[in-house]
């Protein structure tokens, strides 16, 4: 690639985009260092036109994903999987044994002759253009059954990642944009429903991958999937800083808990404690407000009912629906007692208790009943030995992932002749599909829809290709004669143990 620098503005999107990192702006003018494999990402998101491609060189093609990198001896591809060694395209690593990836991951895959695939795809190579055998078909015995995994690293340009982010406070409402900050403001998803105690981001997909924001949308989500922490906006609602595994940070909140329950269900579980710390017990809460008194679990240990009215939308008996927002437990309320919308104060005593908490007890407030008021203080023992339990009964509070694609398109191909009869095996049981020796869920319907925990891939396993498409490990385990059923490539098995015989070495 070479930059006419009259046409450059120096507005960095190259910069951002690049693969391999090569390219740089100095002095308001692009720069293009050694190593170029003619990937043509820059080109893509350059809006001057100031980029154009070399004349073909004698450089070796590699030839495993639509890209076609030109790449230099020594160099990587722009996946960073296939190298130059000597004038050869070889794969950068080699493949993995099931047992060696549950070493690291510890969890297998599932039981019975094909739960567990004799090797995983990690390492593979590809199978572009897609008509030919998988690179890895081995065969083995298991429990006395022949066996036949079939591995490959499928490029999927139809894939997303689901995070789940565990947290009460409001993030923005459903169906807002997910923005990132790279060169301008880049659309990288959006908010989706919240599930019990987390925030559900739905980000990539084949909308937004094929959107002009594609190439940047794709970048961050591979940073995500390599333990990097990623910045991101709400629509109209706040900012997040999030990384696998790790505590999220939510408009400069750091979330430590995860709440045990919505109000009403922390009133279920914890009313013996409610009971004896105060007179009345408020939960605040963004899904259900829970009042214990009037609660199910309060008539149940005979509780007296308190002359406290609330806010919001009754539901049933003890349960409210308050309006969300960023105050306490995620609603609008900020001053705890505005929850309260009524008093009957004929039947308050001197020394009346209330106290108000959020699910997780990060934040509690105690008062008493003087003269025509309630008054903020110390907290009884009761009320204290409750919020500990509270405290102690929520989980840390993290961010996880599931990766979302499907391999029911081309790369069947690599598998058997008819693609079809790969893809009703599977949903009849007799294939069993892992990414990266971890069992996947597998919607139901056409097609091989997946969700996976991608904590339990090898940490690295997932490339980028700037199609943009993400590039995974898979693996089709079934037995030798449902692989003859199906029409697969029989020709091209080969005896486990010489498959790992020729794999690379670690380089």
């Not at 993995?96 to 567990?116: F, K, N, Q, S, W």
């Not at 919020?387 to 929520?394: A, D, G, H």
């Amino acid at each position: 690639m070479k930059a006419n620098l009259d046409k450059c503005k120096g507005c960095g999107l190259c910069e951002e985009v690049c693969p391999l990192g090569i390219i740089t702006v100095e002095g308001r003018k692009v720069q293009i260092g050694t190593g170029c494999v003619e990937c043509k990402t820059c080109l893509k998101v350059c809006p001057e036109g100031a980029l154009v491609p070399e004349a073909p060189t004698d450089q070796p093609m590699c030839t495993s994903c639509p890209i076609m990198c030109r790449i230099p001896e020594g160099a990587h591809g722009a996946c960073m999987r296939y190298f130059n060694e000597n004038g050869q395209i070889v794969r950068h690593g080699r493949v993995h044994t099931y047992e060696e990836v549950m070493d690291l991951v510890g969890e297998g895959a599932g039981a019975g002759p094909i739960g567990r695939p004799l090797i995983t795809g990690i390492g593979s190579g590809t199978t572009y253009p897609d008509f030919r055998p998988s690179p890895f078909i081995v065969s083995g015995v298991k429990d006395g059954v022949d066996i036949v995994t079939v591995v490959t690293e499928a490029p999927l340009s139809y894939s997303g990642v689901k995070l789940k982010v565990d947290t009460d406070l409001h993030v923005g409402e459903e169906g807002k944009k997910i923005y990132v900050r790279r060169k301008g403001k880049r659309h990288i998803g959006h908010l989706c429903t919240e599930e019990y105690g987390s925030k559900i981001l739905s980000l990539g997909g084949v909308n937004i991958l094929t959107s002009k924001d594609g190439l940047f949308a794709a970048k961050v989500l591979h940073e995500f999937l390599q333990g990097k922490k990623i910045k991101v906006e709400i629509e109209d609602g706040t900012k997040m800083e999030l990384a696998l595994g790790k505590e999220p940070e939510i408009g400069g909140i750091i979330e430590e808990r995860m709440r045990v329950g919505c109000g009403s269900a922390t009133t279920g579980l914890f009313a013996p404690y409610m009971f004896e710390a105060a007179d009345e017990v408020i939960v605040l809460d963004g899904h259900i407000t829970g009042l214990f008194s009037e609660h199910p679990s309060g008539r149940y240990l005979e509780k007296p009912r308190s002359p406290i009215g609330l806010t919001g939308q009754k539901s049933t008996e003890g349960r409210y629906f308050l309006n969300k927002g960023s105050g306490w437990g995620g609603t609008d309320i900020v001053n705890p007692l505005d929850v309260v919308k009524e008093i009957d104060t004929g039947k308050c005593f001197e020394g009346m208790t209330l106290l108000i908490t959020e699910t997780t007890g990060r934040k509690s407030a105690f008062y008493r009943w003087k003269k025509d008021r309630f008054i903020e203080g110390p907290p009884s023992p009761e009320a204290v030995t409750f919020l500990e339990v509270l405290k102690e009964s929520c989980e840390l509070s993290r961010v996880s992932a599931v990766f979302a694609a499907g391999v029911g398109g081309s790369a069947r191909a690599g598998v058997t002749k008819n693609p079809i009869k790969l893809t009703r095996a599977v949903h009849e049981g007799k294939v069993n599909v892992t990414v990266g020796g971890a069992r996947p869920f597998i919607f139901p319907g056409g097609g091989i829809n997946f969700l996976v925990d991608v904590e339990k891939i090898k940490h690295g396993s997932i490339y980028l290709s700037p199609t943009p498409s993400f590039i995974i490990p898979v693996e089709y385990t079934m037995t030798l004669e449902t692989f003859k059923e199906i029409g697969g490539h029989v020709e091209a098995v080969q005896p486990v143990k010489e498959a790992l015989k020729k794999k690379d070495k670690d380089r």
